[in-house]
């Protein structure tokens, strides 16, 4: 099973309208947990880690289910410039070492 | 302050050739980590520096790959002889803590095409 799975899209969103996705992750143990933005041909940007409580970026909400291992993020009045891949990653710990396990991303279009 | 830097941008080389990627991470941060993504899959972790040490090199995908990290600055990773499976975008990142709560800065990425 893979450790973050996401469902890649693309998920073709009207300008100004809301888009939701989720991920789940496998690791029962993770602690913390993130959404990183991807543009074509450039590196992940953390775009906002995700707690417990759920939180609040702007236009961006992160929530997090621990019991059914999921994470979710919703953007809303979306704008052409959210045009990007959303990476779901979550950090494993294990034997001591701590590494990031990402998944595929969702791909986000956002049309006029 | 400088980000994450890498070079090079770009490298294209035949099989059996060898080819060396280098990490410059943000001044100060002792932990450095190696990550890969090939085409149609997900980022993968290779292997995590804090200094000069290997930390972790669990996601190493074998023994063509060598990572060094020499005075606990910059690091390069080598790939000898590279085998077309070895095509894809390599990350590197830094951190000052080594738990990752506060997420990673990646590098902009060396995209190696092996032919």
């Known amino acids: 099973r893979k450790e973050v799975e996401q469902d890649p899209g693309p998920f073709n969103v009207p300008e100004g309208a809301t888009v939701a996705f989720n991920c789940t992750y496998s690791?029962?143990?993770?602690?913390?947990f993130f959404w990183y933005r991807q543009d074509c041909r450039k590196e992940p940007k953390l775009l906002m880690s995700?707690?417990?409580s759920g939180n609040e970026d702007g236009r961006f909400t992160a929530q997090l289910n621990r019991a059914s291992q999921y994470i979710s993020l919703l953007i809303r009045d979306s704008k052409l410039s959210d045009s990007a891949t959303y990476l779901c990653?979550?950090?494993?710990?294990?034997?001591?070492?701590?590494?990031?396990?990402f998944g595929k991303g969702n791909q986000v279009v956002v049309i006029p | 302050e400088a980000g994450v830097t890498q070079f090079p941008s770009h490298s294209v080389i035949e099989k059996g050739q060898t080819v060396t990627l280098r990490c410059d991470p943000i001044?100060?941060?002792?932990?450095l980590y190696w990550y890969r993504r090939v085409m149609g899959k997900e980022i993968k972790f290779l292997l995590h520096?804090?200094?000069?040490?290997?930390?972790?090199e669990s996601g190493m995908p074998n023994n063509r790959f060598l990572a060094e990290r020499t005075g606990g600055t910059y690091s390069t990773l080598k790939v000898q002889p590279a085998e077309l499976e070895d095509s894809g975008v390599y990350f590197c990142?830094?951190?000052?803590?080594?738990?990752?709560?506060?997420?990673?800065?990646f590098g902009s990425g060396t995209r190696l095409t092996v032919v």
């Open positions: 990142a830094s951190s000052q803590e080594q738990g990752a709560f506060y997420g990673y800065t």
């Open positions: 690791n029962s143990a993770s602690q913390s």
């Open positions: 995700v707690y417990s």
């Open positions: 990653v979550v950090n494993i710990h294990d034997y001591g070492n701590n590494r990031l396990a």
């Open positions: 001044s100060g941060h002792d932990n």
């Open positions: 520096f804090v200094k000069e040490s290997k930390q972790d």
